[in-house]
């Protein structure tokens, strides 16, 4: 083979390898870029693999970004935060709705439960079976 040849290919190598370099270096995967296809997947997937009491609220905000739907309280010095991240699609109408997600609920900053959207109770059901809740709780309308 011509020298002048063999000389750019090893141009073009090197060039490809520096730009690959440089996107795994520089360039941040962030759930809250990815389209909504790919971010369902890619909460599925997260979600999965994530295990209760080791996973924190802080993990949850960083690695999977923003939830989709979120509900917060505090009772008797307890604090729930109930996150909904989109893990599936149901209707093509622009609205993320609680049965096109996954919830995640954080007692003090801990996961403690993982449920589909759709069977998480209405009025805070979640948190009033909590077993560090006592019975007598107001409910909130």
Not at 100 to 105: A, G, K, P, V, Y
Request: charged share 25%; net charge negative; with cysteine.
């Amino acid at each position: 083979m011509n020298k002048k040849i063999i000389g750019r290919i090893l141009f073009a190598l090197t060039l490809y390898g520096i730009f690959v370099a440089l996107v795994i270096t520089f360039y941040d995967d962030s759930p809250d870029q990815m389209k909504w296809k790919d971010r369902e997947a890619y909460n599925r997937q997260f979600i999965a693999k994530v295990t209760l009491e080791d996973f924190t609220f802080e993990q949850a905000l960083t690695q999977l970004g923003s939830p989709d739907i979120t509900e917060a309280r505090t009772i008797d010095k307890v604090n729930y935060q109930v996150m909904f991240y989109r893990t599936q699609h149901v209707k093509s109408d622009g609205i993320t709705t609680q049965d096109e997600c996954t919830f995640l609920l954080f007692v003090n900053g801990a996961l403690k439960e993982i449920g589909l959207g759709n069977n998480y109770p209405e009025q805070w059901g979640i948190v009033k079976n909590h077993t560090s809740i006592s019975k007598n709780l107001t409910t909130i309308d």
